[in-house]
DNA sequence: GTAATTAATGAAACAATGTTTCAACTAAAG
DNA sequence: CTTTAGTTGAAACATTGTTTCATTAATTAC
């Protein structure tokens, strides 16, 4: 699906800084880090935009934050018309070596039952491990 | 438990700053932030002292670090002689008005099937919604 | 297509969380 | 009580993210 279409059919304005955003998660299949994003924004990188520019389109489900842990955080396009808001409907695998993350779409989130009185507004399940590419899989 | 036996157990240097901080941490029934930990050591607190016994503490078992999200982490003293690293072994439920953490101990995690070749290391689980105490719990 | 309106951009400055180096110090062992 | 090895705290830095404000670009109306 073309930037250009994803932005009007969520109704949000049309600027290049998004198209570019857009455009540079779509070169990959995987999860991007902003590094890996910046990279391929090239001169149409701004951090201060980036960072609005996630917060606008995360809101508008078209794209979702993965947070692996306080200092690695994961940016990926909400895929095949799925309105997550947020990275609750789906589990993400985080390879420790090589950082590789995976959105695990396939499978479901267990119910965990809450104390009595809490309520269930989203649910975070982060898997780390090794990929089968890296050779941690091997030591430990 | 007295820090001075949880330390000698652990086989860490006992010294001022970590029995301080384990003292803190065993004044609350949850989790505590770094600033919530400041506030229980006073004088005690030394922001670089308290980062590097945060890592040597969970690497030896008795504390370990909950990270709710890029700008939230808690940090609690490992129970019952349970030697989780990492927050492995149990689901966290995090209060998005009050921030109040909780460890659900006794919430098992899922088996979370993962891609041919991959392996597991930990999974953290965060669940994110409204204590019974917050109001947010009846506005949604 | 042009003018008016509204929202997005980018610069500067800041805030929070965490780390590194290095000299001074303290805990544990002899 | 002395030695040794690990710990501390100061200074400086790194990363991730936010706020304010003037400028600029995108949409709407004409």
């Known amino acids: 699906m073309k930037p250009?279409?994803?932005l009007q059919?969520?109704?949000?304005?049309?600027?290049?800084?998004?198209?570019?955003?857009?455009k540079a998660l779509q070169t990959s299949e995987q999860p991007?880090?902003?590094?890996?994003?910046?990279?391929?924004?090239?001169d149409q990188y701004d951090r201060i935009t980036f960072y609005r520019n996630v917060q606008t389109?995360?809101?508008s489900g078209i794209l979702h934050r993965i947070v692996i842990d306080n200092t690695h955080v994961k940016y990926a396009l909400n895929?095949?018309?799925?309105?997550?808001?947020?990275a609750i409907d789906h589990v993400h695998f985080?390879?420790?070596?090589?950082g590789k993350t995976v959105c695990l779409d396939e499978v479901p989130v267990q119910q965990y039952p809450l104390p009595d009185g809490f309520k269930l507004d989203e649910c975070d399940v982060v898997?780390?491990?090794?990929?089968?590419?890296?050779?941690?899989?091997?030591?430990?």
């Open 9 to 22: 059919q969520h109704e949000v304005k049309k600027t290049l800084s998004r198209i570019a955003l857009i």
């Open 4 to 6: 250009n279409d994803i």
């Open 57 to 59: 389109l995360s809101e």
């Open 79 to 86: 895929c095949c018309e799925k309105e997550h808001h947020h």
């Open 94 to 98: 985080y390879c420790k070596e090589c």
């Open 127 to 140: 898997i780390k491990g090794y990929c089968k590419d890296c050779p941690g899989n091997h030591n430990a």
């Open 32 to 42: 991007l880090s902003e590094n890996e994003i910046r990279d391929r924004m090239l």
